[in-house]
């Protein structure tokens, strides 16, 4: 039976991670689209929820996809990251909770597009979306950002506000393309408006290890970035595809599925990849 979506529900923000704890914004970007962009940053912010850590998902895709996988009724908004990048809320007020109250969301629906073309003349066009968390940072673990199919001012915004930039790739004949493109932009804007960007990962989705190609595909990637193509991958799964359709990440969905498993997996290797290590003992000695 198909379950429709929530309404949406105001989130309310009782305590902080720490008092002097900044969470990590992760943007997941790529222009090419129907690689998993939008399903990988639902999943992934579900399975870092499930992990215990305190997650906020912003949709900057006018399409509105991400925020009606979590469940939120894009057609019901009472406010939206629209209001937030243009000045007329705080952030914290557009914020609403997932389905099952798993992590938060600031949504998006079709009025982003007027966005395009409002943030062109408006003044720090770029730095939009970074000033607005600036007051959010504290309140979580890990903010994702799922970018629209596009190099545009919203991705911009994205990039600028980020610390890490998480691609997803599908393992196909054209999955590097627009992949260098996408790298280039990330040096630019490190250089000239983000110090702290980085690429925080390549992600191997929609794989089906029966394909020859894909495994040809998924051996390029490693041999080009080495540690930076991310070790799990996700399969071409029924359960990750139907999930959407009801509203629910893939773990709400069906725990048990390879989708759900793989995006725990994901999620898991996110988490120790911004461990800091132990500290030394003195009576430890230096490798």
Known sequence: MMVGPLSARRAHHNDQIGPNTMGRIICVANQKGGVGKT??????????AEMRKKVLLIDLDPQGNATMGCGVD?????????????????ARSAVVRSVENLFDVLPANSDLTAAEVKLLEAPMREKRLSLALEPLRALYDYILIDCPPSLNMLTLNSLVAADGVLVPIQT????LEGLSALLSTIEQIRAHRNPRLQLEGIVRTMHDPRNNLANEVSSQLI?????????????RNVRVAEAP????????????????????????????????PAPATPNSTPA
């Open 39 to 48: 399903t990988t940053t639902v999943n992934l912010a579900a399975s870092l």
């Open 74 to 90: 894009k057609y019901e908004l009472e406010t939206s990251v629209l209001d937030v990048l243009l000045g007329d809320k705080q």
């Open 172 to 175: 196909e004949y054209y999955a």
């Open 223 to 235: 041999n080009h970035f080495g540690d930076k193509v991310f070790r799990t991958i996700i399969p």
């Open 245 to 276: 359709s009801h509203g629910l990440p893939v773990l709400l969905y069906d725990k048990a599925s390879r989708g759900a498993i793989s995006y725990m997996a994901l999620a898991s290797e996110v988490t120790r990849r911004h461990q800091s």
